[in-house]
């Protein structure tokens, strides 16, 4: 089921060029209706429930209704993120609540290194040799059936 925008809380960035919600859908589907400046989900059917746009949105205006098997009907499964963590408050449908806390980087934002520091080069594509064998499995070479 798709994310949708609780309208009351949304107040489009403030105005901002692109809001958070735009930015960060990997499908862009978010968009912002400038007459109201609410967000909406512009094509619900392709979204994939990432929450993406939930956790990123600063007013906590966005909501997924998660399918039936990991959010049964009632129940509700929201994440709020701080600078370096995200609170997961799963509430049951007897009115239960659980929290779990999750570190979202260990490294510093921009600092990542693609490829995790390893050789990225490979020649022949031909192979069945991956991108960072053998020295990511600690191997002096892939040993393949011949
Ligand atoms: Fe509205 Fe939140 Fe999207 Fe900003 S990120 S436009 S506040 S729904
Ligand atoms: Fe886009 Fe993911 Fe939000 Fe769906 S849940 S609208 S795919 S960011």
Known sequence: ??????T????????LDKTACQYVCPNDLMVLNKDSMKAYNQEPEMCWECYSCVK???VQAIE???????????????????TDAI?????????????????IRTTEEGK???????ATAHDNLNDCILAQEPEALKLDKMYTLK
């Open 1 to 6: 089921m798709p994310s949708f925008v609780i």
């Open 8 to 15: 009351e809380k949304c107040d489009g960035c403030k105005a």
């Open 56 to 58: 990123i949105c600063p």
């Open 64 to 82: 997924v209704r998660g399918y039936a098997d990991f959010v049964p009907m009632g129940a509700t499964v929201t994440p709020m993120r701080s």
């Open 87 to 103: 609170m997961w408050t799963v509430k049951f449908r007897n009115g239960m609540l659980k929290r779990f806390k999750f570190p």
């Open 112 to 118: 990542a290194v693609p490829s995790g520091g390893y």
